[in-house]
């Protein structure tokens, strides 16, 4: 009886350690970034990063765009240097992350891995994506531990 009575302890105890460990551990949200709309001209994505947000670590970004062709302008995916670049839509400095074939069939992923804040941008017509077409938008993911579940 005592024997049956401490293995349920230990079920418990074993129960309760996968409750607390694994969803920290494991858990990472995906985004289809702009969801429905995926990554093209004239959506807001600054008003989609505050409705879907906080973001945290791990969790990962998906670029979906088609590639180019006789109706569909090209797309990409830059990271700016710093708040200016990125106001200004400015990418002589700026980063490829994804080409313009990239985004094709389950998309282009990136996983959210350094505590910073991310600029990312389209960098199609020298900028052009990026300040009439609004395709641009700021990450900043979060420590894990600030989720709440
Ligand atoms: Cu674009």
């Not at 350690?17 to 494991?26: F, K, T």
């Not at 979906?64 to 400015?90: E, F, I, K």
Request: proline residues 4%; aromatic residues 12%; contains cysteine.
């Amino acid at each position: 009886m005592e024997a049956a009575g401490s293995r349920a302890a230990l079920v418990v105890a074993a129960v309760v350690a996968l409750l607390v460990l694994v969803p920290e551990a494991s858990r990472a949200d995906r985004f289809v970034v702009g969801d429905a709309a995926r990554w093209t001209w004239g959506y807001n994505y600054t008003d989609w990063v505050i409705k879907k947000g906080p973001f945290f670590l791990n969790d990962s970004l998906v670029f979906m765009y088609d590639p180019p062709n006789a109706t569909v302008h090209a797309h990409s995916v830059y990271m700016m240097r710093n708040l200016a670049d990125y106001q200004s839509c400015n990418l002589k400095a700026a980063k490829l992350v994804a080409g313009v074939m990239q985004g094709t069939g389950s998309g282009f992923e990136f996983v959210l891995k350094k505590r910073k804040p991310h600029y990312f941008v389209c960098g199609e017509r020298n900028g052009i994506h990026c300040t009439m077409g609004q395709m641009k938008f700021i990450v900043k993911p979060k420590h894990s531990s600030c989720r709440d579940y």
